[in-house]
């Protein structure tokens, strides 16, 4: 069990602009990764390097074992790829189009594909200029999923498909992962990659800022608390990790770090619980965090955890 | 009819200049410039009201010319020369201006969802079409105004200089219209402007077929293009066709708004059908991709050239009679060759043209590699295990297949209809099929540069359009200015044998083939070392 994807000190510039700026990430094969980041944090870019489309500047990338510029084709038949921005002949019809993806492809299942088609809910006869984006959508995720391929990369799948369609995706994508495929998904949807991910990558200005499995992630997440309590909570105040801390009355609001959550509950305990809301951690805040640091600093310079 | 529908109308405007503001002043500037050239040099070579007296009626004699160009009217004048000379830029050029200003402005902005996204602020559901049509109008309006300020300087007449302006505007304003409609009806920016090109394209035959029998031909007045060369700009001015042509270009607009207010955005008129669940068998590859998207227009293109090859078929064996009717003319029709080198010289020229409708189709065609690459519909080939090169050669070879067939149903369709007419089918068929051929070198070279952008230079693609237009003009032009030898060697048209009745040579066939192949293998090369997208 190597790595399906290889990638170290990845460049890519487009005239002055460094869209990747020594990118580093390892998939090993079987996983399902996901890849996080704001728009324009280059995960598109990333993806059509992977894909040989564009040729990186300087670093290393292994794509199954091959480089993606120099042997594209031979790895093309052993991937399939649902681009994020989903762009059809308009002049063919869906169905039409999933066969040609396929046989060019080298590897249509066709049982599979029938039964993608009716559990996506297609209709495969309408002409793709009529259809809506999620329909595209859906068209391109058919063709790579009945596809016999090993690995899958997954741009953005689910934008402009509907909560139903995304549970059929994430049944689909739990099915690929039990076939052993490995799965690199960007996406900027958490819930998505929280339910499907093994591991996660952030991506923000082109580098990978933090990286690790989703219990190491939650580790730099924040539980959100809001409680009423029968004292006054002056205690609250001074206790350690604790953030965005607002004590109206008998109520406290806080964000508090994950392991400073047991040290919080007890003094909230000894005060008397009234009511108590807790947020689970989520990626969100990790997330949004990365999000909001402008300028170059990543974050809050915490080190990267997992590997 | 609410002035609500036509609120953001200001914006467009400015938005649609905006984006125009290189496009649109360099074909006006260019088609005024061509206009200045040209009646500056017929000027220093014909000065006197004799000289230009004898080359009318020299070039008036000859039905290929008329065909081309039209009758000359206002012989002895250099007003009349230049309008005549230049009636290909006014009959050509500038439609084709209009009908692309317009459906840029329109259906490729819906196509694109653009149109969407503009619609949800505040946009009255008529601005974009009115938008469109005011620029393009404005823009045929603003040439018409440099046509005429240009012949006033030279020295022309008033009444003369105003009607020549006004031709040209009043036919890009006329197309305007037309595709205006086109957009409306088809859901497709690509069929839209095919349509209106077809409509001008029938409109030219038409034209084209009557004047090359005699002047006065009805038929001529049974096409839009017709009334534009029968105002006799520098002759007996008739304004009242400029006045049919106006009202028929303001019917047309009115009712492009009309069918814009009665369907939903991004949809044409005419409904969406089902098509194939899945794809055919011979669907299975870039080629077979290649061939179904072209597909269409290749049989559009070779139903239109042969049904060009009836015409000018149909009326090759007359063009001699006319000449022949007039006593004064008769020193001409000998000068030139008597009656089969007239009918030779009347072919050559319509292969000509039909020469540059198949390149015209060819580097449509090869662009088409760049449009895929764009919309990064070229992503979703390039992603499974076709390499780029067969990607790109399955475009290429639909454009020489499609213009292989386009050109030999030209020559066929001729061959056919001037063969029924002097009793003798396979004779004119195996002349005329081989003289269409002719043509192929020189198309494939100028296919082969597009080609060579889109590997090289793939944000230039656009100049090979440019190149195409300059070989027009050159070829339309370079020889009657007598421009220099080495100008008129960068047209490869210009290195043709002229088919039928001429002599073939091996070394210029031989030598733009070499260009051709060159060109083509620089491009396929480049396109495997670049970025693919939309940089």
């Known amino acids: ?307 | 009819m609410t002035p609500r529908s036509l609120t953001g109308l200001g914006t467009l405007l400015r938005l649609a200049l905006r984006r125009d503001r290189i496009r649109l002043p360099i074909w006006i500037v260019t088609i005024v410039g061509l206009v200045a050239i040209v009646a500056v040099t017929l000027g220093d070579l014909y000065p006197t009201a004799v000289a230009r007296r004898q080359l009318s009626t020299t070039v008036g004699a000859n039905p290929a010319l008329r065909a081309l160009l039209g009758p000359v009217y206002g012989r002895a004048r250099l007003g009349g020369l230049v309008s005549w000379r230049m009636s290909f830029a006014s009959l050509v050029l500038v439609p084709l201006m209009a009908i692309f200003a317009v459906v840029r402005h329109t259906r490729a902005e819906e196509e694109a969802g653009r149109l969407e996204l503009l619609g949800s602020t505040v946009m009255g559901r008529r601005a974009p079409l009115l938008a469109a049509l005011l620029v393009s109008w404005g823009a045929a309006l603003v040439l018409g105004a440099g046509v005429t300020l240009t012949m006033l300087a030279v020295g022309s007449r008033f009444e003369g200089s105003l009607a020549m302006g006004a031709a040209f505007a009043l036919s890009g304003m006329l197309f305007a219209s037309v595709a205006a409609v086109c957009a409306q009806l088809t859901a497709n920016a690509r069929t839209a402007s095919g349509a209106a090109i077809l409509v001008l394209g029938v409109a030219f035959l038409l034209r084209s077929v009557g004047d090359a029998v005699d002047p006065r031909s009805w038929v001529t007045m049974a096409s839009p293009l017709g009334w534009i060369v029968r105002m006799r700009v520098f002759g007996h001015v008739r304004w009242w066709l400029a006045g049919l042509a106006l009202g028929v270009a303001v019917l047309l607009a009115v009712a492009a708004d009309v069918l814009t207010t009665r369907r939903d955005l991004e949809a044409g008129l005419l409904p969406p059908r089902p098509g194939a669940a899945e794809a055919a068998g011979w669907l299975r590859g870039p080629l077979g991709l290649a061939w179904r998207l072209h597909r269409v227009a290749v049989l559009w293109w070779v139903v239109g050239l042969f049904a060009l090859g009836l015409m000018y078929g149909g009326v090759a064996a007359s063009v001699g009679q006319l000449v022949r009717q007039t006593p004064q003319l008769q020193q001409a029709f000998q000068a030139i060759g008597g009656q089969q080198a007239l009918i030779d010289a009347f072919f050559a020229t319509t292969m000509t043209i039909a020469g540059y409708l198949t390149a015209g189709f060819m580097v449509h065609t090869v662009l088409r590699l760049r449009a895929e690459e764009t919309s990064m519909r070229a992503d979703d080939v390039l992603a499974t295990a076709v390499r780029r090169t067969p990607w790109a050669l399955s475009h290429v070879a639909v454009a020489v297949a499609g213009g292989v067939l386009m050109l030999a149903a030209m020559g066929a369709g001729a061959g056919l209809t001037h063969g029924l007419r002097v009793g003798d089918v396979g004779h004119q068929l195996g002349r005329l099929v081989p003289a269409a051929l002719g043509q192929l070198p020189a198309v494939l070279v100028v296919a082969a540069f597009g080609l060579a952008l889109v590997g090289l230079a793939p944000r230039f693609v656009g100049l090979v359009w440019g190149a195409l237009v300059a070989f027009l003009v050159l070829g339309e032009l370079g020889p009657f200015l007598r421009l220099d030898q080495w100008l008129l060697d960068t047209s490869p048209f210009l290195h043709l044998a002229r088919l039928p009745g001429g002599e073939v040579t091996l070394l210029p066939l031989a030598a733009l083939t070499a260009v051709a192949v060159g060109l083509g293998a620089a491009g396929l090369l480049g396109l495997r070392h670049r970025d693919i997208g939309r940089v």
Request: glycine share 12%.
């Open chain 1, 1 to 307: 069990m190597g790595d399906a994807i290889s990638v170290a000190g990845l460049v890519k510039r487009y005239g002055k602009l460094r869209a990747l700026d020594g990118l580093d990430l390892e998939v090993p094969t079987g996983e399902v990764h996901g890849l996080l980041g704001p728009n324009g944090a280059g995960k598109t870019t990333l993806l059509r390097v992977l894909l040989g489309l564009l040729r990186a500047d300087d670093g290393h990338v292994e794509v199954l074992g091959s480089d993606p510029w120099r042997q594209a084709t031979r790895i093309h038949r052993r991937l399939a790829y649902v681009p994020g921005e989903v762009m059809l002949w308009p002049n063919l019809t869906g169905g039409e189009v999933i066969d040609l993806l396929g046989r060019m492809r080298g590897s249509l299942e066709t049982r599979r594909h029938y039964d993608l088609i009716a559990r996506f809910d297609l209709d495969p006869a309408k002409k793709t200029r009529d259809y809506s984006k999620g329909n595209r959508q859906k068209v391109a995720l058919i063709a790579a999923l009945a596809s016999d391929v090993e690995l899958l990369l997954l741009d953005e799948p689910t934008a402009g498909l509907d909560p139903l369609m995304e549970a059929v995706f994430r049944d689909c994508i739990a099915e690929e992962r039990s076939r052993g495929r490995t799965v690199l998904l960007s996406s900027h949807l958490l819930g998505e990659v929280e339910a499907l991910c093994d591991r996660v990558s952030i991506v923000r200005h082109g580098v990978v800022v933090e990286r690790g499995t989703l219990a190491e992630l939650r580790h730099l997440t924040r539980t959100a608390v809001d409680a009423e309590v029968e004292r006054d909570p002056a205690a609250v105040t001074g206790l350690p990790g604790l953030h965005d801390l607002e004590v109206v009355g008998h109520r406290v609001r806080c964000e508090v770090d994950t392991d400073a959550l047991d040290g919080l509950m007890r003094v909230l305990a000894e005060l008397g619980i009234r009511t108590l809301v807790s947020r689970p951690p989520t990626l969100q805040e990790l997330f949004l965090r990365h999000y909001e640091a402008g300028g170059d600093g990543d974050g809050d310079g915490r080190p990267a955890v997992g590997r």
